[in-house]
């Protein structure tokens, strides 16, 4: 081949510069030959190929090997066959890359005439499985080297390493490869009977999407997953449970379906350990957290307790702030309506809380989700704390704009005040109106804004005339016009200890109380399915576990086979 080093050619020109004559050269070639095939290939390339040359360039390196095969097996009909036809077929067979190069086998492959009169096939072409498989360009081999490197880092990776070794491959032949390689093995799993235990659980292909909730079924001795289904109804999980008949214990959670599948297929069923454990810490918890929030939140400040309207001995006291107190609060805090509803929602948490119920029926009372109360539980402290901050900023925004109007405007001296003939106010035509007048200005009027309530009033003079009733006012009575500084209101802090916290101790110190401090913890180990769906059309799985997986509605139609001739197979 052009561009090519020839190792037949290489050899017998060194030999025959050497001194050896072209029939001896072609003999030590044909030795080389089998040793060749024999430290490099034995055991992988069949016994009856034999190696006659090898090719190689910058890229690739390319052995051709010949059948000498004298009978062969019919794939058709099973008949051996001893006829061999003159014709063959040569086809490219890519193997694991070395020294940086695709490494490729170009086999002639010889064919037979099928003896068995009833095939339909006259002629076939011989076929080494263990080698390749029929319509593969890859080999065997090299297939599994292929699906390893695939299932440690991932097609897309395996397919960059792959090419730097020199092979010459794509992430979808890679992922062809494992699709094809599970499928082997869950028809291998369906068939088992060796299966005593099963184990149950679900998982979702998508975090938070119950639509692609699917079902696993685990072998609970060995601890491997025997097959995945999609949906979790019982149904599918009575399907998939059918398919393991030997099994006669049946490991599952607390879901309804998979305890009805169980039962109608007649398994033992088992609680496993997470759940069970799990179940038992909830009610411990859930016993602790109707204690836990009395000692939770310290209340400080006047409006948080309020008393029954008995005043005895026996009257109980509980968290509560009025619905008016909260709007200002809300006000004087500038929340959003967001932000508001929080606050709502918390401060009536915090009031059932102290009343004792649980989070279930705070959840009921409040016609709020059951994670949105855990939440406000978790966060509640810190919404107390982030309205108070807010009150605190704009009361103190609000008393520093008036100081410094207060100093601004007794540095200032109106020259229309001044003067020996100037009249007090108490004769100007302003002087009825003097209490609306200074309650305005108090809260932060101006004449501009007086002028349209006291002319409703039926005051008929002009704007200015109250802007200078109101600069003598500011150099007669100056304490009586000043506004008065918005005070905090009371405060509202909750000092809060984290609920996880307290439980945590909780568990912490009943751990230390056990004989010889045994620390020991229960994990769920969920399995992770990152492999898509096949297509139905395209699947590599059979008609039963396909039915199996995706359900009936998913079954691929059977191919109706065309009536064939007898054709040479090219």
């Not at 050896?20 to 050269?25: I, L, R």
């Amino acid at each position: 081949m052009s561009g090519k080093l020839s190792w037949k050619d290489v050899l017998i020109n060194r030999l025959i510069k050497g001194g050896f004559s072209k029939e001896e050269s072609h003999s030590v070639y044909l030795v080389e030959m089998e040793a060749r095939k024999f430290f490099d290939f034995d055991g992988i390339v069949p016994s009856s190929l034999m190696l006659q040359n090898i090719e190689q360039d910058k890229k690739e390196m390319q052995y051709f090997w010949e059948s000498n095969s004298v009978d062969a097996l019919c794939p058709f009909c099973g008949t051996l066959s001893t006829r061999p036809s003159s014709d063959y077929y040569t086809k490219l067979i890519q193997d694991i890359p070395y020294n940086n190069k695709a490494v490729y086998h170009a086999v002639r492959f010889n064919r037979y005439f099928c003896e068995n009169s009833e095939c339909k096939y006259e002629e076939f072409i011989e076929r080494f499985s263990h080698f390749s498989e029929e319509k593969a360009r890859k080999t065997v081999r090299f297939k599994k080297y292929c699906i390893e490197r695939s299932l440690g880092c991932g097609c897309n990776h395996a397919e960059y390493e792959l090419r730097m070794e020199g092979a010459v491959i794509s992430n979808d032949t890679l992922g062809r490869y494992l699709k094809s390689e599970a499928a082997a093995k869950i028809e291998d799993n369906i068939t088992r009977d060796d299966v005593k235990v099963l184990a149950v659980d679900d998982i979702n292909l998508r975090k938070g999407d119950k639509k692609s909730g699917c079902t696993v079924l685990l072998d609970e001795e060995t601890h491997k997953v025997l097959i995945i289904i999609k949906g979790t109804t019982k149904e599918m999980t009575k399907r998939a449970l059918e398919m393991f008949p030997s099994a006669q214990f049946f490991s599952r959670d607390r879901a309804t379906a998979y305890s009805s599948a169980g039962a109608e297929c007649g398994k033992i069923q088992i609680a496993d350990r997470f759940h069970l454990i799990k179940n038992a810490q909830e009610a411990i918890q859930n016993a602790l957290m109707a204690s836990i929030p009395a000692t939770i939140f310290v209340r400080d400040g006047d409006g948080w307790v309020q008393t029954t309207p008995e005043d005895s001995v026996n009257s109980t006291s509980y968290f509560y702030v009025p619905d008016e107190r909260a709007e200002e609060y809300i006000k004087l805090a500038g929340l959003t309506p967001a932000k508001a509803r929080k606050y709502r929602n918390t401060l009536k948490l915090l009031e059932l809380a102290d009343k004792g119920l649980k989070t279930a029926d705070i959840a009921k009372e409040m016609d709020v989700p059951y994670k949105d109360v855990q939440a406000l539980r978790r966060s509640a402290a810190s919404t107390l704390r982030y309205v108070e901050d807010r009150i605190k900023k704009n009361i103190d925004a609000q008393n520093n704009a008036i100081e410094n109007r207060e100093e601004r405007q007794g540095s200032h001296t109106p020259k229309t005040v001044g003067g020996p003939n100037v009249r007090p106010a108490s004769e100007t035509i302003v002087e009825p109106y003097r209490e609306t007048v200074m309650a305005m200005v108090k809260s932060g009027g101006n004449h501009r804004t007086i002028y349209p309530v006291i002319q409703e009033m039926g005051y008929t003079g002009s704007s200015n005339a109250i802007y200078q009733y109101i600069l003598k006012l500011r150099r007669e009575v100056p304490d009586q016009l000043n506004r008065k500084l918005t005070e905090m209101p009371p405060e509202m802090t909750l000092e809060s200890y984290p609920r996880d916290k307290i439980y945590s101790a909780i568990l912490k110190e009943a751990s230390n109380s056990r004989p010889g401090n045994a620390e020991n913890s229960e994990q769920d180990t969920k399995s992770e399915a990152t492999k898509k769906t096949p297509k139905a059309n395209n699947s590599p799985f059979s008609t039963k576990v396909t039915e199996l997986i995706l359900g009936p509605e998913k079954e691929i139609p059977e191919e109706k086979e065309k009536p064939k001739k007898k054709p040479t197979l090219p």
